[in-house]
């Protein structure tokens, strides 16, 4: 989130697209209701009538898979009426941008830009460029009237989503298009503010990242970025999803959101060469160009003293990416599918249920010589070779299971959808022979690290370079017993020279030698600092000999009023509740809405660090400097972005630089109604086509992926969710009978005239099935589904959740996970699996 | 018959006329129990739910003595005739010191009367009670069964005590019938001349 | 002990049923097997191990597909309570000092009354006959803790406190009249509700059934003065007649 749960309250507008937070969020849900006790107007739009739709103030259905063409109406809706904040709009974001005149939109070429591949399916990126002045800085027009500049480029972009056009691809009646767009339009005003809550309804769609990125050009045209009530907020689907991404568990990325390095990086100078961004506009604060402090921070905290300049740093030990190596979860399992892989942890996770194309996972998985389930139950993965369907005696795997402890029985960090870490304590000692995974990584790491030493072995070094300090360790080098706070520690790390701050005169000490570190903005690139992820760094900190874990911290001060609660735990970055808040103040540090003030300039009172007049009041400030107006030291807000400003036409994404509507994989429709291009062309298929139809196809690709688009065999649109009463696929929370009671079995909902159509009661058996599998669920006939009229024909849509499968209840009485049903692709950006739009029959079982 | 005695009711009729009589006993009193919350009964059923239990099961006993005492009398006991008629004109001689009724047979009008009471009372008290007790899940007939069951107690202990009053007190003589069987027939001839006249004494 | 309320506000649930879960991981009741009929709301009612559930009901809607409500069902705690003018056996049902009806299951005779008494078809029985129901957490409250419902709940859709201050509470935040504000004596659950309360599948004039009522009222006293009654009337008669005297014994007197 830019923003942060709490923050909801402060809301006038909520918009919920993607994301049932009263099901799957329920206790986070008080905020929403609590924003609508202070008069805030919620509005939900899902394909289905949610039970936070039963909330709404209201409510609008559209088809699944058809966001962009929802949001593209009303971008054009904001523009068309000049709804959207001027003031922010020119100088905060890169709206006044001239682009390169080559550059070509979809409106022109027909549903791709300029710069498209087909054989490769890859853009060629050149011309989504910015015209650059004399100094290297893009040319601004702030009149918006150059045909060129970002605007007007936005607004001939989506011209094309007109109210006709929207309705006939989403579904949704023109009345309710225009009721959305006027209610959350209205938070143009700078004294009215709007938030968004999406979640995975948004992100798995081969269109997911641009799904997003439609809202956060709407976001920036009303001028929402940065303002209490306003953001861009993800409702992440697991308590420490957010930890296990800042924590790099990704492939493509490091502790920190630092890119993985790729084989051809031959050095840490060529990384940070390479991934350091760079900037000419000294108004931009460029805060990734500090990547090489980051960097070398990490090697230090990992590597310890093995790491010094004369190895560079143990850069060497880093794993490498192949060069276009695509290490993703699809790829993954398709890998293993095609026998690639000898072993596999499943490590908290239950792929056999929780993957897409879940057959495909459960044959891949019997390639195995061996794997791991470390999990606090068995489940279908661990005990895939005694699965429905499977001939247990055909089964090479060796499987070992791993019993995993509860979060309540170790100490740890959690990072929510806020970015707020909260610690931990353990409560009660693990039950049996269960451990915390840290304490089984421990183990694993020693006896690895043991052959490795007795054996030697292809690349010893990685191994045996980590310092691992992790608590006490015995004769044998052993850790004992693992201290997380030793690990939180690691993370926030340490001064490991006396570190002085050059830039003023005298020298000013910023930080002690062996104290934690204060935050990372004292971090150094030249060895002299430790820091085993930057973004955590403040979070366990010292003071003169006092040390301090932040994350710990219990305090329920607010002074402001907006439910920043400051002193409650800690958040990333530097405790900053929320990010671009320098967004949310004119030119001169004054907020936009004074009755909302994150943050504030006081010009009277002094800078005690700096001694300078001219401070900020409120939340942290992003970036301390003075007010953009201020000639010499004022920053622009986005300070994560090279140039400084919001991105509106964003040229680094795979799929373009506006957001654009394509089908999903798997649609209902035989074209795109938008242009010629019907699914989004930069997807990396699986199951090889050829021209526009895409049918089963006689080459190429594994039977396992196929897919099927506008086929009669499979009418239906189907989507997969969650519910309040079991959690993602079920591995827990089918073993707590309180919570099998209330939700036994696997369903599907069905609307009443779908039913009728097929003679389905409320009750009834009915098999559904895909182009890869086949599941029963139990009919649920309800209003709450309702057909869709989609360019001049009736389309139906049914959802099922994904929390069910057959290991438990042992009698298989709960019935199987509907990603039996889904399809073998993902997202053109980040591969996350298209679960939520695929086709499907049904007929009763 | 020696000794001038009739016999008027056999060993059967007395045990069964004792059974019925202290199986009611029981119920009134734990059914008391029950509805004013007698926690001093506690001293004798030991629990309320030892008292359900005695309810319960001296109600059997009931119900089967009633049964028994419903047939033993029949035909009789329902049969009317014009003597019958007079007899309720006259207030069965209790509202004069002069008493003047008609000839009774075995069993006299009042007697006939009251049997009238205890087949239709003690029927709906015992059927409501094997429902209050067996289907206390069917609502609708809990409530019927609630009202028989309790109009038919408030009913039983007006008609009893006047019952028993009528057997002993004020009709003297009566009371050996349920402890002996037998009456002198010189007091039968007063009392049943009809009966001792079908019986040819 | 001012007398203490839950005030359940159907505008603010969100159906989590966190309730639910919670009521029986503090009275540690356990599940059942159930079977997915073609809607969320499971177990389908209230059993002996489930004191709480929440009702989901559809109904028409002019703007949206259907008007979707979560209407928690429970014990609503009567003043005049039911349950406790029929039960038979004392003790059994008693109110605490908060104005709760709890239940003491070594005083219950198993005799399944109570649920003919109640207006809300509340009591259910255990394997033992025993009445089982929600007792309003009277252990937690005496230890000063909020029921495990209403602490569970995370939007506030179950509130507890005192029951002046919260029916204070709910009008200034609108809602002119509470439902169960006066039936009953006044219920110890109270309901905020935007709209009649058939909407949400409730009674409008919940009341003690009638056959109980006349019971309780006219037939109870009847036995005692009956009673007494017949044996007044045998005494004054004996006074006033004597015992029946036959023919010569009249004559005999005269």
């Given amino acids: 989130m830019t923003n942060h749960w709490i923050d909801v309250k402060n809301a006038d507008v909520i918009l919920v697209m993607g994301a049932n937070p009263a099901e799957n969020h329920p206790i986070a849900m008080k905020w929403v209701m609590k924003a609508k006790e202070n008069g805030a107007k919620l509005i939900v739009v899902d394909p289905r009538f949610t039970r936070t739709a039963a909330k709404a103030d209201l409510y609008a259905p559209l088809r699944s898979g058809t966001d962009i063409a929802f949001l593209g109406g009303m971008i054009k809706y904001i523009i068309d009426n000049k709804l959207y904040f001027k003031d922010y709009v020119v100088n905060y974001t890169n709206a006044v941008f001239l682009v390169n005149p080559e550059y070509k939109g979809p409106g022109e070429l027909n549903g791709i830009f300029s710069g498209y591949d087909e054989k490769a399916r890859k853009y060629d990126k050149k011309t989504w460029a910015y015209q650059m002045d004399e100094n290297g800085i893009p040319k601004k027009d702030p009149t918006l009237k150059d045909p060129n500049c970002v605007f007007r480029l936005l607004k001939k972009h989506y011209s094309r989503y007109t109210l006709d056009k929207v309705s006939d691809i989403t579904g949704t009646p023109k009345e309710k298009l225009v009721e959305v767009y006027e209610i959350y339009a209205s938070t143009g005003k700078p004294d009215r503010v709007g938030t968004e809550l999406y979640a995975m309804g948004w992100t798995q769609h081969t269109v997911g990242t641009q799904n997003i990125r439609t809202m956060s050009v709407i976001q920036l045209l009303l001028g929402n970025m940065g303002m209490a009530g306003g953001g861009i907020n993800a409702l992440r689907g697991e308590s420490n999803v957010q930890g296990s991404t800042d924590h790099g568990l990704l492939f493509h990325i490091l502790p920190g959101y630092l890119p993985s390095p790729t084989a051809s990086i031959v050095d840490l100078k060529a990384y940070i060469e390479k991934h350091t961004p760079k900037t000419k506009d000294p108004k931009s604060v460029n805060w990734w160009g500090n990547r090489g402090k980051y960097i070398t921070s990490y090697l230090k905290a990992i590597y310890g003293d093995n790491a010094a300049k004369e190895n560079d740093f143990g850069y060497a030990w880093l794993p490498k990416l192949d060069e276009g190596m695509n290490g993703s979860w699809l790829v993954l399992f398709d890998q293993m599918f095609k026998g690639k892989f000898e072993g596999f942890f499943a490590w908290g996770q239950n792929p056999a249920c929780s993957g897409a194309n879940a057959g495909k996972v459960r044959k891949a998985l019997a390639n195995l010589k061996w794997m791991v389930n470390v999990n606090l139950f068995d489940n279908e993965t661990g005990s895939f070779w005694k699965g429905p369907d499977v001939n247990s005696n055909d089964i090479q795997t060796e499987v070992f299971q791993l019993p995993a402890c509860s979060s309540v029985e170790k100490d740890g960090s959690i990072t929510n959808s806020s970015r707020l870490a909260q610690w931990r304590d353990k409560t009660i000692e693990p039950i049996g022979e269960s451990k915390p995974d840290y304490e089984i990584m421990n183990e694993l790491y020693y006896r690895v690290k043991k052959l490795y030493q007795k054996g030697g072995g292809k690349f010893p070094a990685p191994i045996l370079k980590l310092t691992w300090d992790y608590g006490e360790k015995g004769p044998d080098g052993k850790v004992k017993k693992v201290d997380a706070h030793s690990v939180a520690k690691e993370i926030n790390g340490y001064y490991l020279e006396d570190i002085f701050d050059k830039k003023v005169e005298p020298p000013k000490q910023i930080g002690k030698k062996s104290s934690l570190c204060t935050n990372f903005v004292t971090l150094q690139a030249d060895g002299t600092t430790s820091c085993g992820n930057w973004i955590f760094s403040g979070s366990y900190t010292q003071k003169e000999d006092k040390i301090i874990n932040m994350m710990a911290r219990r305090d329920k001060d607010d002074p402001t009023g907006l439910g920043l609660y400051s002193k409650w735990a800690w958040c990333w970055p530097v405790n900053r509740r929320i990010i671009y808040n320098r967004a949310s103040v004119d030119l001169q540090g004054s907020p936009w809405d004074p009755k909302r003030a994150v943050i504030k300039w006081n010009p009277a009172k002094e800078d005690p660090n700096t001694k300078k007049l001219g401070v900020w009041e409120g939340d942290v400030p992003d970036g301390p400097a003075p007010p953009m107006a201020d000639e010499k030291a004022g920053k622009y807000p986005f300070i994560m972005r090279p140039d400084g400003m919001g991105a509106i036409f964003g040229p680094g994404l795979a799929d373009g630089p506006f957001p654009e509507h394509y089908e999903p994989l798997e649609c209902p429709l035989q074209e795109n109604l938008m242009s010629k291009h019907r699914v989004n062309p930069t997807i990396k298929l699986f199951y090889a086509t050829a021209g526009p139809h895409e049918k089963a196809a006689e080459k190429g690709g594994l039977p396992e992926d196929i897919f099927y688009s506008c086929d009669m065999r499979y009418p239906y649109v189907a989507t997969t969710y969650r519910v309040s009463e079991h959690w993602q696929s079920g591995v827990l929370t089918r073993h707590q009978p309180w919570q099998l009671e209330m939700m036994p079995q696997q369903f599907v909902e069905i609307s009443k005239e779908l039913a009728a159509e097929k003679g389905i009661r409320s009750g009834d058996k009915i098999a559904v099935s895909s182009g890869r599998g086949k599941v029963w669920a139990i009919a649920w006939v309800t209003d709450r589904f309702k057909p869709f009229h989609v360019a001049g024909s009736t389309v139906h849509q049914v959802g099922l959740p994904w929390c069910f499968g057959w290991q438990y209840p042992e009698d298989g009485s709960g019935g199987d996970s509907s990603n039996l049903l889904t399809p073998t692709i993902g997202d053109a950006n980040t591969m996350i699996p298209e679960t939520k739009a695929f086709m499907v029959n049904l007929e009763k079982a | ?201 | 002990m001012t007398r203490k309320s839950l005030i359940i506000s159907p505008e603010l649930c969100i159906g989590c049923r966190g309730c639910q879960t919670a009521c029986k991981g503090w009275n540690q009741l356990p599940a059942t097997k159930t079977v997915n009929k073609g809607t969320a709301e499971n177990p389908p009612d209230l059993t002996p191990n489930l004191y709480n559930k929440i009702r989901y009901v559809e109904i028409p809607s002019a703007s949206n597909p259907v008007r979707w409500l979560f209407v928690s069902q429970r014990c609503m705690h009567c003043d005049d309570a039911g349950c406790m003018k029929i039960c038979p056996a004392p003790g059994a049902l008693f109110k605490t000092e908060e104005g709760a009806v709890a239940f003491n299951k070594d005083k219950c005779i198993g005799c399944k009354l109570c649920v003919s008494g109640c207006p809300f078809n509340i009591p259910r029985y255990d394997e033992k006959d025993k009445i089982s129901k929600c007792h309003l957490c009277s252990d937690r409250i005496a230890e000063g803790l909020a029921p495990a419902c209403a602490k569970t709940c995370p939007t506030g859709a179950i509130a507890y406190g005192d029951r002046d201050t919260m029916i204070g509470k709910a009008q200034s935040a609108g809602y002119q009249k509470l439902y169960g504000e006066a039936d009953l004596g006044g219920l110890g659950i109270l309901y905020a509700f935007k709209d009649a309360p058939r909407v949400y599948g409730m009674d409008e004039h919940p009341a003690i059934p009638e056959a109980v009522v006349f019971w309780h009222k006219t037939l109870k006293p009847l036995a005692y003065w009956g009673l007494g009654g017949a044996v007044a009337v045998s005494l004054l008669h004996y006074i006033a007649f004597g015992s029946k005297k036959d023919e010569e014994e009249v004559k005999k007197d005269e």
Avoid: C
Wanted: glycine share 8%.
């Fill in chain 2, 1 to 201: 018959m020696s000794n001038n005695m009739v016999k008027k009711a056999n060993a059967f009729e007395i045990m069964n006329h004792w059974a019925l009589a202290i199986s009611f006993f029981i119920l009134v009193i734990s059914g008391f129990g029950f509805l004013f919350h007698l926690e001093q009964l506690n001293s004798v059923f030991g629990s309320f739910s030892q008292m359900r239990d005695i309810h319960n099961w001296a109600g059997v006993v009931f119900a089967v003595s009633l049964f028994f005492t419903i047939f033993n009398y029949l035909p009789l006991a329902l049969s009317i005739s014009g003597d019958d008629i007079t007899w309720i004109f006259k207030g069965g001689g209790y509202f004069s010191k002069k008493a003047a009724v008609p000839p009774q047979d075995r069993l006299n009008t009042g007697q006939k009367l009251f049997y009238i009471f205890i087949l239709l009372a003690g029927m709906a008290i015992s059927a409501s009670g094997f429902v209050i007790w067996l289907m206390p899940e069917v609502k609708k007939w809990i409530y019927l069964s609630f009202l028989a069951h309790n109009i038919g107690f408030d009913l039983m202990v007006i008609a009893i005590p006047l019952h028993i009053y009528l057997g002993t007190l004020a009709n003297p003589g009566t009371f050996r019938i349920m402890v002996y069987g037998t009456v002198p027939i010189e007091w039968a001839k007063k009392r049943h001349a009809k009966w001792v006249q079908k019986m040819g004494i």
